[in-house]
């Protein structure tokens, strides 16, 4: 669900930056000292790595000639909490737009709010929180997993429609579109569903602290030093990152040639997958991304098709360092600040 610039107007894309990056400032706020502990901090790397490089597993859906790939905004909401979710998140789709453009420049900010405002902040807290509840058992992940996942699939892709109608794309009329893009995004949804259920689960009986610590309320989870304890998430860590090397090096290689639900949407309304966009605007925010995407489509220059594994190991990599930073640095200053509160 990577909108493409050509999709937004220049006033549109730039509302839409103003509430992703407030909504980025907001989390930071939020995010309490304790929240990006010793085990938190690597985790929340290694898992926004994990989610970037399953986005690259385009899964085919049967009878469309469509295809999707998982969001992953509700499984870093409950393995980080919402507000470090939403900043891994953010991360994966900033390394994914300035490294490998995929998704506008001009469109980041649409993209980071359907993406991750959406699940991480609003549908956990509001939908996923409450049906996990503060007894969370394996029939409860799984229900709020496929539940939360498909609403946050629905209302990421009519977050879509509604900002194609509102930059007046005449190529895209709000009914057709928005009856392409919602029932191709339920069926999206499931899958996601299905993947952050087995995800959480296998968390759950390995270490269920860890989703505890963030779907239930404070006073349950009593701070008794448990998560400070030495490799309390050092096997969840490993495995992410064994999980993340696979999907980018090995599975990322099979993933569908068809076109993603997005794409199949525009393509059965306007009779292209990509839409032209012209203008001073375009152009800045298109030469701006061609400077920094040294890997784009994925795909080295020869057109070969060999480094879609390569460009898999480099981004997940990135977003493992760039997440890995953004918490390292949280972490300090909230630090620093409570020494001097006290």
């Known amino acids: 669900m990577h909108m493409a610039d050509a999709l937004l107007s220049p006033a549109v894309g730039g509302g839409m ?30 898992s926004g790595a994990m989610v970037f490089a399953a986005q690259m597993i ?35 789709l900033i390394i994914q737009c300035l490294i490998f453009a995929d998704g506008g420049l001009l469109a980041l900010g649409a993209n980071i709010f359907n993406m991750g405002v959406i699940p991480c902040l609003i549908v956990f807290p509001l939908i996923a929180k409450n049906i996990f509840s503060a007894s969370p058992n394996k029939k409860r992940i799984w229900a709020g997993s496929v539940i939360s996942a498909v609403i946050s699939l629905q209302l990421g892709a009519f977050s879509v429609v509604l900002q194609t109608t509102a930059s007046g794309i005449a190529e895209l009329p709000f009914i057709a579109f928005a009856l392409l893009m919602q029932p191709i995004h339920l069926a999206i949804g499931i899958v996601e569903g299905i993947v952050t259920a087995a995800i959480l689960t296998f968390v759950f009986a390995a270490r269920p602290h860890i989703l505890t610590s963030n779907i239930s309320h404070p006073a349950s989870h009593p701070n008794s030093g448990t998560e400070r304890k030495a490799g309390s998430a050092k096997k969840i860590i490993v495995v992410f990152a064994c999980i993340a090397v696979v999907l980018a090096a090995g599975i990322s290689i099979f993933a569908s040639e068809y076109p993603d639900g997005l794409e199949w949407s525009i393509l059965n309304t306007a009779g292209t997958e990509a839409l032209d966009a012209e203008g001073t605007v375009f152009s800045a925010f298109s030469n701006a991304q061609e400077r920094t995407a040294f890997i784009p489509d ?42 001097v509160i006290k």
């Open 298 to 339: 994925y795909e080295s220059a020869d057109g070969e098709g060999t480094a879609t594994p390569v460009a898999g190991i480099i981004g997940a990599v990135f977003v493992f360092v760039l997440a890995g930073i953004a918490a390292l640095i949280i972490r300090g200053v909230k630090k620093k600040n409570s020494h």
């Open 17 to 46: 930056y103003a509430v992703s990056v407030a909504a980025i400032a907001y989390s930071v706020k939020k995010i309490k000292k304790d929240d990006l502990g010793e085990n938190k901090a690597p985790l929340m790397a290694v």
């Open 58 to 92: 385009n899964f085919t859906i049967p009878g469309t000639g469509s295809s999707g790939h998982i969001g992953g905004g509700i499984l870093l909401a409950a393995l980080l909490g919402p507000f470090a979710g939403m900043l891994a998140m953010s991360s994966v």
